[in-house]
C-alpha cells in the first residue's frame, strides 16, 4: 500500500491553457473524490466517485473543470481555459468505508 | 450544510507545552476526522472519531456526539507538531462523498 499518489506535485501554466492532474488511489479503495484548497482555507469538496461513476459534483466545479474515472482506478481532472482564480492546491482522497485518506495534492500556479 | 468551527485559529507553543484544539460542528454525524496538514500541503490522517476517545502516541483525540464537538489533545510537544489541524465532518444528511472541513488551526512550536 503505497498511499494516494497525485501527478504531477506541481504545475506552472500560463492563463488560458489546458491543464490535467492525475490520481492514483490505494488499490482496494472504491471512492474517490476531488477537493481544491486556497491559501489559508480548508479544502472544499469538489466531486466524489463511487467506481467509475461520477456520484455526486460541486457547484465549484464549473463547465471549464471536468474529472474522469474510466476504469474505477485512477482519475483525472481537467481544467480548460484556466484562470487565475484557479490557482490553488488540488487534492485527491480515497476511501473504502467512511475514513478517507488524501494524496500528496497537486499545486496549481495559473500566471 | 453541515458547518464546521476551529478554535483556535492560531497557537503558539513552546516545546514541551500541552495543547487543546476544538472542533465545533452544527449537526450529527457520521464521520470525523483529525488532519495534520504537512508544509508540502499533504493531509496526514490522525483520527477517524466519529465517537468516543482514541489515543496515538502523544496525540489524543475525544468526539462528544451529542453535544457535537471533538477535541485534539497534543501533549509534550515537537517542533514537528507545526503546521495546520484540520477537522473534517460528514453529516448524516449529506451524501457520502462530501466531508465538510473546517478552517484550520495553525499551530506553531518554538524550541
Known amino acids: 500500500d503505497t498511499g494516494v499518489s497525485q501527478d504531477p506535485r506541481h504545475k506552472i501554466t500560463k492563463r488560458g491553457q489546458n491543464v490535467t492532474f492525475r490520481c492514483d488511489p490505494i488499490?482496494?479503495?472504491?471512492?474517490l473524490y476531488w477537493y481544491r484548497q486556497t491559501l489559508g482555507q480548508g479544502p472544499e469538496f469538489l466531486t466524489y466517485?463511487?467506481?467509475?461513476?461520477?456520484?455526486?459534483k460541486s457547484r465549484l466545479l464549473s463547465d471549464r473543470f471536468s474529472a474522469e474515472r474510466p476504469k474505477g482506478s485512477f482519475s483525472t481532472l481537467e481544467i480548460q481555459r484556466t484562470e487565475q482564480g484557479d490557482s490553488a492546491m488540488y487534492l485527491c482522497?480515497?476511501?473504502?468505508?467512511?475514513?478517507?485518506?488524501f494524496g500528496q495534492g497537486t499545486r496549481l500556479t495559473v500566471v | 450544510g453541515i458547518q464546521v468551527e476551529q478554535s483556535p485559529p492560531d497557537l503558539i507553543l513552546q516545546e514541551g507545552a500541552n495543547s487543546t484544539l476544538r472542533c465545533n460542528f452544527s449537526d450529527s454525524v457520521n464521520n470525523l476526522q483529525w488532519f495534520h496538514q504537512n508544509p508540502w500541503g499533504q493531509l496526514i490522517n490522525l483520527f477517524y472519531?466519529?465517537?468516543g476517545t482514541k489515543q496515538n502516541g502523544r496525540l489524543s483525540a475525544t468526539t462528544v456526539a451529542t453535544e457535537r464537538y471533538s477535541l485534539l489533545y497534543i501533549s509534550s510537544s515537537q517542533t514537528t507538531d507545526s503546521g495546520v489541524y484540520f477537522c473534517?465532518?460528514?453529516?448524516?444528511?449529506?451524501?457520502?462523498?462530501?466531508?465538510?472541513f473546517g478552517a484550520g488551526t495553525q499551530v506553531v512550536v518554538t524550541p
Open positions: 466517485f463511487q467506481n467509475e461513476a461520477q456520484l455526486e
Open positions: 488499490s482496494e479503495h472504491n471512492r
Open positions: 472519531i466519529p465517537s
Open positions: 473534517a465532518v460528514r453529516g448524516v444528511t449529506d451524501s457520502w462523498g462530501k466531508l465538510q
Open positions: 482522497a480515497s476511501s473504502l468505508q467512511l475514513e478517507a485518506f
